[in-house]
């Protein structure tokens, strides 16, 4: 039980700032374009409460993956509804691979500091591994979180992009996927390779660039948070 309590308390942080920061941004870039649904519905907080699901919250204590409920965007309202639902579905993308970047960079910091200066105080030392662990699960889940939502499928943010590049016979055709867009990516994840040979090697690879000297450490905390 210890150990269990261990890991919710290093992996609750990164985990809750990364879904919850990565609507906030859907809302934001959405106020800011004409539509202030979210905002009028108290979603640009980064109050827990207003934004957790639960099987999505316990998903990331189990899988290292999960969700939020998904802010509401009306796209009637947008000043260029077609155009700016681009931008509005690659915030939150974005904000997950800037909260990867930030993650990379105080991991690389606390490793300097590790090397450098924190061997001479065991206090310092013990303080600093466990954020080095959260700074690694950061940077893990965000990246996976940036780059799985970039699938051009809907309703995944990748596939609101590609509507809104696409024109509007093209679009119209692959909105009618959306309803069944959760049931073809438990397909494509489940009973396909796209995860081993696609989306796993591209994500272990960009944490990798991220990390650089400090990817070890990474599959470090990665297997004493998973086993794996």
Known sequence: ????????SVMLVPALLAIILHEVAHGYVAD????????????????PLRHLDPIGTLAIFIFGFGWARPVP????????????MIWVS????????????????LLHLLGFLEARLLNQAEFLTQIS???R???AFSLYINVLLGLFNLLPIPPLDGGRVLSGLLPARQAQWLARLEPFGFVLLILLIFFTD???RLLSPLI??????????????????????FGH
């Open 73 to 84: 965007v009306n796209t009637g309202n947008l000043r260029h509804p077609h155009r700016d």
């Open 129 to 131: 591994r466990p954020l």
């Open 194 to 196: 796209i995860w081993s």
């Open 1 to 8: 039980m210890e150990a269990i309590l261990l890991k919710i």
């Open 90 to 105: 690659l915030a939150g993308p974005l904000t997950n691979l800037s909260l990867a970047l930030a993650s990379a960079v």
């Open 204 to 225: 272990n690879q960009a944490v990798r660039l991220l990390a650089a000297g400090q990817y070890p450490y990474v599959q470090e905390a990665m297997r004493f948070l």
């Open 32 to 47: 800011r374009f004409g539509d202030p649904t979210a905002r009028l519905l108290g979603r640009l907080t980064l109050n």
């Open 133 to 135: 662990v959260m700074a």
